[in-house]
């Protein structure tokens, strides 16, 4: 039975980005630029040479040009006849022997090919990477980078592992689109006046008319009920497409109310704080979300508000993210990925 083997691939950008360690023995090609790094087990991808063949073979030697043959005598040329008769055409010389043709120089030997390196074990095809699933429940089993949107709630969410757990991680919430209005209730009709005779029955529509109570021997007919209006329609959901507003921010920052929605980088190379204060004044349900782009670590600073957060309020490292939520006035949750 034939068996496909692939080896593990991306293009050159990708492989640096991500910088991944390779298994021992595991080889790694960049798909645009087909060249071949094989792991060691202990450095990472930026580390590791690239895989190489060996040398071409030094060209052999061309054997010398033999030298070239004589060229003969040309023969003599005969008299010239008198003007009124021409004379006989003297005899055309021999024809001097040809020039023996020298050697062929001995050709030179063709110098030894390179051997060919030896073509790598083609590793096994990874995980086709993080992909959107959708439904009321998150997939099982879940896969790290894997996202999953909540199509009951609108929320969306992202498997991480902070190298000590594993769980599913909330963010955005800017794809969620507000809900339609809801139509108007229509008219009830009226309850007629009482009659000696029983009323006409009311008219379907908006208003539907109650006929005349009749005598007080006997009770007059209820006239028929109104037609209820029509439902609004219900606003459709916003997509999940829809991109939050990002704006990256190169010194310490204090929030503002605008900010709410928005991803908010930090885009610095030493230790910066992202400070929350009275004047930010989200409302309940009000997000931001915060990714640290820097390499100087982010901490999240409470200004006479309130920040409930677990281990502590300092994003772990650079491109950690995590998730500022209004829960109450002047009072916050810090959620996503931090450290004491």
Not at 79 to 100: C, D, H, V
Not at 209 to 237: E, I, L, N, P
Not at 253 to 269: E, F, H, N, P, Q
């Amino acid at each position: 039975m034939a068996v496909a083997i692939q080896l593990r691939r991306d293009t050159a950008a990708n492989w640096t980005a991500a910088d991944p360690l390779l298994l021992s023995g595991e080889f790694g090609v960049e798909s645009d630029t087909l060249k071949i790094k094989l792991g060691d087990g202990v450095k990472v991808w930026s580390l590791l040479a690239y895989f190489t063949t060996g040398a071409t073979g030094a060209t052999g030697y061309t054997g010398f040009t033999g030298y070239t043959g004589y060229t003969g005598y040309t023969g003599y040329t005969g008299t010239a006849g008198t003007a009124t008769n021409t004379g006989a055409t003297g005899y055309t010389g021999y024809t001097g022997a040809q020039g023996a043709t020298g050697y062929t120089g001995y050709t030179g030997k063709t110098g030894a090919t390179g051997y060919t390196g030896y073509t790598g074990y083609t590793g096994y095809t990874g995980d086709d990477g993080a992909f959107l699933i959708t439904g009321p429940t998150s997939p099982t089993p879940p896969v790290v980078g894997e996202v999953w949107y909540n199509a009951d709630n609108g929320r969306s969410y992202i498997y991480y592992d902070d190298g000590s757990s594993a769980q599913w991680v909330e963010f955005g919430n800017a794809n969620v689109g507000s809900t339609g209005p809801t139509g108007y209730t229509g008219y009830t009709g009226f309850t007629g006046a009482a009659s000696t005779v029983t009323g006409p029955t009311g008219y379907t529509g908006y208003t539907g008319y109650t006929g005349a109570q009749g005598a007080a021997a006997a009770t007059g007919a209820t006239g028929a009920q109104g037609a209820t209006g029509y439902t609004g329609y219900t606003g459709s959901t916003g997509p999940f497409s829809l991109g939050q507003t990002i704006d990256d921010k190169v010194a310490n920052y204090t929030a503002v109310t605008a900010d709410a929605g928005k991803i908010i980088t930090m885009t610095l190379a030493g230790a910066n704080n992202f400070t929350l204060n009275g004047a930010t004044a989200l409302t309940v349900g009000q997000r931001i979300d915060i990714i640290q782009l820097g390499a100087g670590q982010t901490t999240v600073v409470a200004s006479a508000v309130t920040i409930n957060a677990t281990p502590g309020l300092k994003l772990r490292a650079q491109y950690s993210v995590a998730t500022l939520i209004c829960t109450a006035a002047n009072v916050y949750l810090l959620a996503g990925d931090i450290i004491a």
